[in-house]
């Protein structure tokens, strides 16, 4: 039915509107615990190649926005020892990831909050991990103006997602990746150009590309 349809079929995966892509999964604690275990292993994993794609040193205070466990804010304190790390994410997420996960040691500081619906704290740098890859264009726009207002001059954003080739043939994996979108969210992954088009349209310049040769690469922009 994906194939046929090529559109968005979370409604019909979850029986819920696609509106907000996790009512489903933060349904439970239960069903939140398996998401947010998965989104810790990714980063376990690959959060170091990541955070290190581009020399992040000069950023001061970093926000990941939606960094769940704080799995990518540890690899980034590891990486940048000088830097302030915070996580802002949704409050039943902070709660579940300070009851959960060791945070003992680390420097990595939490934020309950809701960067559609709230305000977003200043910062010298955003971090965005697999984060616009969930949302429509339309959504992906008017986040990355919200962050670009928040962003403090000459401070950026990092996105990190898994990159297509310009011509959408490949790799395989971030094909497969792209056809889960439209079964468990309403966004889908994108090209290079395609993440600097919306960069751009939101205020952010000087962007640059990282392909990691890992599951997951970064992109860099400056306001």
Avoid at 74 to 89: G, H, K, L
Wanted: aromatic residues 10%; proline residues 3%; negative net charge.
């Amino acid at each position: 039915m994906v194939l046929m349809e090529g559109r968005n079929q979370y409604e019909k995966t979850f029986g819920l509107p696609s509106d907000d892509v996790f009512q489903a999964i933060y349904s439970s604690e239960e069903e939140m615990l398996k998401f947010m275990g998965l989104m810790n292993s990714s980063w376990v994993l690959d959060g170091h190649d990541v955070v290190t794609a581009f020399d992040l040193s000069c950023f001061q205070r970093i926000i990941d926005l939606g960094g769940c466990t704080g799995a990518l804010a540890n690899e980034m304190a590891r990486a940048y020892p000088a830097s302030s790390i915070t996580v802002f994410d949704l409050p039943e997420v902070v709660e579940a990831a300070q009851k959960h996960y060791s945070q003992e040691g680390n420097g990595v500081a939490f934020q309950s909050g809701d960067f559609f619906r709230g305000d977003i704290p200043s910062a010298d740098l955003y971090v965005l991990a697999r984060i616009v890859h969930d949302w429509t264009e339309e959504k992906c726009l008017a986040l990355l103006k919200k962050i670009y207002e928040a962003c403090k001059p000459g401070g950026g954003v990092l996105l990190i997602e898994a990159l297509l080739f310009e011509n959408r043939r490949g790799p395989l994996m971030v094909q497969i990746f792209s056809l889960n979108m439209l079964v468990q969210a309403e966004g889908r992954e994108r090209s290079p150009s395609e993440y600097t088009n919306m960069l751009n349209k939101s205020g952010f310049h000087n962007v640059q590309v990282c392909r990691t040769g890992k599951s997951y690469d970064a992109i860099l922009a400056i306001r």
